[in-house]
C-alpha cells in the first residue's frame, strides 16, 4: 500500500513574527514537494500564518486544542477557533504536554475527539522514555497510548494521524534507528488495524531528532509515513531538505 508522506513542523514555543515570516517564504519558495507539509505554529501567529499560506498547496496547524467546545476553561483554545483560522491539523499528547502538563491518555483521547468533532485533524503522539524502553515496557506503553484514543473515537479512530516520538530522542539528537522505529509503527499499524477498517491508508509518522541526514532512510521503511519535525523545523533550509528526502 503506498502513502503520500506527510512531514509537519512543530515550531514548539520557537517564533516571532518576522522570523516566521522568513522561515514560511522559504519552505513557500522551495515548492512543489512530493508529500503533504504542514507547520504546527504558536496560537498567536495562526491567523498570520493562515494568511500567508492560503492559496498554496502547504497546511498548517497548532500544537494543542481543548478537550471543552467553549466555556470558563481560561487559556484554553477550542478546536472550534482552530478550524475558524484553517487549521488542518492540531497536535495532541506531544510528550512535553503528557510530562510537563500532567495530561493523562484519557485526556488526550478527548482532545482527539474534540478537534475531529471540528473537522481538524488530531495528529496523536505516542512514545515511550528511556527508562521504559530499557524495562522492556515500549509496546505496552505506545499501546496503552494509543488504545485511549481508539476506544474514544470509535468509529472515528481511522481519521486520526499518529506520531511515534520515543521521548528520549526528542530534542536529544539521537535518533531511534529505522529498524527500531519501523518495529514499532508495525505494532501501532497492527494495533490500528484492529480497530479501523482504513488502517492501510493511516499516517503514522515518526518524531524525534529527524534531521536531513536521516530523514530518507527513516521515511523509507514501510510503516513510516513522514516525519513531526521540532528543531529541525525552524530552519528552511533543514526542513525543506526533509521534506525533499521524502520520496512522493
Ligand atoms: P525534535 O522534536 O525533532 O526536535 O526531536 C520532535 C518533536 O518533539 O515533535
Known amino acids: 500500500m503506498s502513502r503520500r508522506k506527510l512531514v509537519v513542523g ?3 514555543m520557537h517564533g516571532s513574527r518576522s522570523v516566521n515570516a522568513a522561515l514560511l517564504d522559504g519552505i513557500v519558495q522551495a515548492r512543489p514537494f512530493g508529500c503533504d507539509v504542514a507547520v504546527c505554529v504558536p496560537f498567536p501567529f495562526l491567523s498570520e500564518t493562515a494568511v500567508t ?3 498554496s498547496d502547504l497546511r498548517w496547524g497548532a500544537q494543542d486544542v481543548s478537550s471543552h467546545e467553549q466555556g470558563a476553561f481560561t487559556g484554553e483554545v477550542s478546536a ?3 478550524a475558524e483560522f484553517g487549521c488542518r491539523y492540531a497536535i495532541v499528547g506531544h510528550s512535553e504536554r503528557r510530562a510537563l502538563h500532567a495530561e493523562s491518555d484519557q485526556l488526550v483521547a478527548d482532545k482527539a475527539k474534540a478537534a475531529l468533532g471540528r473537522g481538524v485533524t488530531p495528529i496523536v503522539c ?3 522514555t528511556l527508562a521504559q524502553r530499557e524495562a522492556g515496557e515500549t509496546e505496552a506503553v505506545v499501546k496503552r497510548q494509543l488504545s485511549a484514543v481508539i476506544h474514544t473515537l470509535a468509529h472515528c479512530a481511522g481519521e486520526i494521524v499518529v506520531a511515534y516520538e520515543p521521548v528520549w530522542a526528542i530534542g536529544t539528537g539521537l535518533t531511534a534507528t529505522p529498524e527500531q522505529a519501523q518495529a514499532v509503527h508495525a505494532l501501532l499499524r497492527a494495533q490500528l488495524r484492529a480497530a479501523a477498517a482504513r488502517a492501510d491508508e493511516m499516517k503514522i509518522l515518526y518524531g524525534g531528532s529527524v534531521k536531513p541526514d536521516n ?3 527513516l ?3 514501510p510503516d513510516i509515513d513522514g516525519g513531526l519535525i521540532g528543531g529541525a523545523s ?3 533550509a533543514d526542513f525543506v531538505a526533509i521534506c525533499r528526502a521524502s520520496p512522493a
Do not use: P, R, Y
Open 80 to 82: 472550534g477557533m482552530l
Open 215 to 217: 530523514a530518507a532512510t
Open 234 to 236: 525552524l530552519k528552511a
Open 10 to 12: 512543530n515550531w514548539k
Open 126 to 128: 505516542v512514545g515511550e
Open 219 to 221: 521515511f523509507s521503511q
Open 53 to 55: 499560506l492560503s492559496g
